[in-house]
């Protein structure tokens, strides 16, 4: 059963427990469907509406990219998983021969690098979700401003949650070109993002 | 049937349609109760584990805390969605002879009050969230520093996200000094806590 398939409080338990997955990567991955779900309910609550007649196409675009990276982001929440899991089944391989030993270390390895990959596309997939809080809360039904608010303010929670699950792999990995160019597309998404979430959160205050 | 015993997909899928409720009222209670259960979980890593003999008593204080606040928290999604719906009920009141609109204007005020008073519940609990990552990534198992410091983003997002939801409301009530309190009772809640992020941020980054 998908994780994302069971109850809210249920995911809550299985996320205190004592069991290492789900974990932080997988709250991020929640974090930015939230975002992306609030600008889906922004959009809903615009179209059709009287006085928005103008916006109604832009926020049709809006609507179409929400909803993709809403699911992404779901589908994310279980490749976390399965991510934390392929590394470690690696970790449990034999290691009596000398042999054995470097056939776990290479499948250690590679589980690490897809565990880095997963919450680096998180992190892609949350900065794409901020990209759409702007204009929502420009173009939207004013009465749901707060709600592109409280939308880049999950989905920066989730580049930065992500960023953390990136960067805890990257210490443990040896291909120095995989780590230097990793590094180089998380700084690039994280660059500027902060002083993005403080704008769209004070145009929403001035709105309020 | 609470939303929080409904599936998680179902929950986004509530939270994106037109339907006001749940909104970012309820998102910012999710948020803080993740991080709530980031925190236990970082405990339950830490409990019993060898090499953290001397923190026990520390870990087991932190994770009752963490246990109570993730309740109050889940408790606080059902408390916004009720919030909203006693609001709209309000709404609804008849308003044909002078008396009864001024019956419905009460009404209507009285529910904008409790509408007030839930979010800022969220952001005084989501306070207490985040003075427990500092203990829970310094004291707590190294290999889960990283789940501590998405725990602080997810409540430092929870306490914004309700913020925002206090405001609306506010720009709505006649009673200014109901307004002046709960405006300053908030800005209290809101100070520093922009740098305590980023403090327990950047001292995660430094451990991985």
Redesign the interface.
Known sequence: MN???????T???E????A?AP??GS??A??G??G???I??VC??T?GKKGYEEVQGDIQDLLAQ??EL?AKL?NL?EEDVKAYTGYSVAAKKPRGSDEEKAERAKAMQSALKNATDVPLSIAETAVKVMDLCMPAAEKGNK?????A???V??A??AL??AA??V??N??SLKDQEFVADRRARLESLLEGKGAMRDEI?DY??SK?
Chains 1, 2 share one sequence.
């Open positions: 994780l994302t398939d069971k109850p809210v409080t995911f809550l338990d996320l205190a427990s004592d290492p974990g932080g709250v991020a929640i974090s469907a939230l992306a779900a609030l889906s309910m809903n609550l179209i929400s909803e809403r779901t929440v009465w749901a401003v707060s709600d608010g409280v939308a303010l999950m920066e929670a930065r949650s953390l699950n960067l805890i990257l210490g959160y929403v205050v309020l």
